[in-house]
């Protein structure tokens, strides 16, 4: 759903329907401004735009992102402070999970019976940190992996990505020969087209996850350029993009 074209909102499904009473995910669009995060950095922008998102009953828990598979299980805001990492899940509704994305994929997960819930930044880097989330909250809180749905939001598509060969062999083998196309030009040095999302699929599909509480968004974040992208507005070299905010928030 689009939220006067400064973010989208949307839900999760179960055996292919969508769920009422759970949490939705949200992301901010480019007309929002960069929500670039860093510890050590001010960024009025993005604290006035998630001030708005999260009112007055919730508290925003962000963490610095390093393109890895890293998640933290947190109870109160603090709990990522001056951290590191990826991804973030909880079962404390009063929180809003955020991290950030310019063309990676952002993931949601929530299990419909614990009532975990949780944001990943999920880069090339960190293809795999949706499987270190949930297995963290069988873990921390019990979860069966089977009550959990999965979105896959808003990211850069194989149409857009293509990459070389050994990032390309890297993917077939760690995770599914389908997530890696060649390119029919051969005029051009990245000789493969590269999906995020048949890659997370594998993953979810050997974890045991049913295709009906998997939702896989279709608008590319480079091709749309109601989005960030790192690849397309840095193409003209000034190294400028703009960096979206994805939360999940009860």
């Known amino acids: 759903m689009l939220k006067d074209n400064s973010f989208i909102t949307g ?7 969508p769920i009422s009473g759970a949490p939705e995910w949200g992301m901010s669009l480019k007309k929002a401004g960069s929500m670039r995060f860093r510890w050590n950095e001010e960024n009025h922008v993005r604290d006035a735009f998630l001030c708005s998102v999260a009112g007055s009953e919730h508290e925003i828990v962000p963490v610095e992102l390093i393109h890895s598979k890293i998640v933290y299980t947190v109870n109160k805001k603090s709990d990522t402070f001056k951290r590191t990492g990826d991804g973030i899940i909880t079962a404390n509704k009063s929180l809003i999970p955020v991290v950030t994305a310019a063309d990676c994929m952002p993931i949601f997960i929530y299990d419909i019976r614990k009532g975990v819930f949780g ?11 949706v499987e270190e989330a949930l297995l963290q909250a069988h ?51 990245t000789k493969f087209s ?20 998997i939702y896989v968004c279709n608008e590319c974040t480079c091709c749309n350029e109601k989005f960030g992208s790192f690849r397309r507005e840095s193409s003209n070299g000034s190294g400028c993009f703009t960096t979206q905010a994805a939360w999940i928030k009860w």
Do not use: Q
């Not at 839900?11 to 329907?17: A, I, P, R, V």
């Not at 590269?194 to 509480?213: F, H, Q, R, T, V």
């Open 194 to 213: 590269l999906s995020l999302a048949e890659a997370n699929l594998s993953i979810l599909k050997k974890l045991g996850i049913p295709e009906e509480n």
């Open 139 to 189: 873990k921390d809180f019990g979860s069966d992996v089977h009550d959990f749905c999965i979105v896959m939001a808003p990211h850069i598509h194989e149409c857009c990505y293509s990459v070389d060969k050994d990032r390309a062999d890297y993917f077939k083998s760690r995770f599914s020969p389908f997530c890696v196309k060649p390119l029919e030009d051969p005029s051009r040095s």
């Open 119 to 129: 944001a990943l930044h999920s880069g090339w880097k960190g293809t795999g940190i």
């Open 11 to 17: 839900h999760f499904y179960f055996n292919g329907k």
